[in-house]
């Protein structure tokens, strides 16, 4: 599925992953979605405590940030009409709070957590259908950033500085600061709040606050690279898991760019090039390591009758719900 992720497709899910990789059906990439057993978070915790011990330079910083999926249904776990900046407004959408973990040497998204927002954590029937455990109960959006970070220190991961918007600063943060800084421009109130246990130099706090930033390009490289916006999933482990793979993915393409990054710059620091990106690397990868989608005839042939047969049969299970539909009481 990690090479499925990588290839170059017009869209990521099972089908055209199964479909690239050379499998029948997606029924295998399916099932490792849904029903296969394997912890998916043990998977992500190893990847982010790998991905940490190659970036870490001494001088972590841990980013919490939030970001959004569009769906064209309510039926997707945890999706409603909310507000979201990614979206840029109000849309029926999936938000997952993320944590990235950042240093001079590069950056990785290193968790998530779906948000449920408080109606749909209390809707017992969307909860049964999109298999959201008895146990897990609403959380606001701080409260699962708080536990990104809990658990990010218990895998051993370290920071010299947490930071994040104002959502996640809490009401005191609007109570305590009455006069700020406005844009010259536009006059909008806009300020940090910082906190340090000793005093702190106001470069390092802007630096701070300038690193908050790589967080926003996780998400639209995660996207982008690895698919993490791409799953037609709508149960709870179904979105776990695909997450962990699609961060997985990335993970190592972070990672790899760092690394190829120092190594340029050891060898030739004055080579008039800039810096690998996380796109660049993935087309040398897609030309030496990762695998070309399979597409010979028999195959394509193969798929297009299984779409169509199975898109068939679909439309004849939707026709019958809405006879039913009409004529149940």
Known sequence: MVSGLLMELDDHNCWTIAEAA????????????????????????????????????????????????EKSSADAVGAARQYSGTVGGVALCQVAVTLTYATGRGHALIGRALYLPEARAADEEHRELAGIP????????????????????????????????????????????????????????????????????????IAIAVARWRIEEDHQLSKQAAGLDSGQVIRWRSWHRW??????????????????????????????????????????????????????????????EWRRRHQHRARQAHQRWNAYAETAP
């Open 243 to 304: 997450t962990a793979v699609c961060l997985l993915a990335y993970l190592y393409l972070a990672v790899a760019v760092a690394v190829q990054r120092q190594q340029e710059a050891s060898a030739s620091p004055d080579a008039g090039l800039i810096p690998v990106t996380v796109p660049e690397l993935l087309r040398l990868l897609r030309d030496v390591v990762i695998p070309p989608p399979r597409r010979d005839r028999a195959h394509r042939l193969h798929w297009s």
């Open 22 to 69: 050379g499998h029948r059906g997606p029924r295998r990439l399916q099932h490792l979605l849904s029903r296969a057993v394997w912890d998916d978070q043990q998977v992500l915790d190893i990847a982010a405590a790998w991905a940490a011990g190659h970036l870490d330079d001494g001088d972590a910083v841990l980013i919490v940030d939030e970001t959004a999926d």
């Open 134 to 205: 008895e146990e897990v109960p609403f959380a606001t959006k701080p409260q699962l950033a708080s536990d990104l970070l809990d658990h990010a220190q218990s895998l051993g991961i370290r920071a010299a500085f947490v930071a994040g918007d104002e959502v996640y600063g809490g009401r005191e943060l609007r109570r305590s600061i009455r006069q700020a800084r406005r844009h010259r421009y536009t006059g909008q109130l806009s300020y940090y709040r910082c906190w340090t246990p000793g005093p702190a130099p106001l470069s390092r706090l």
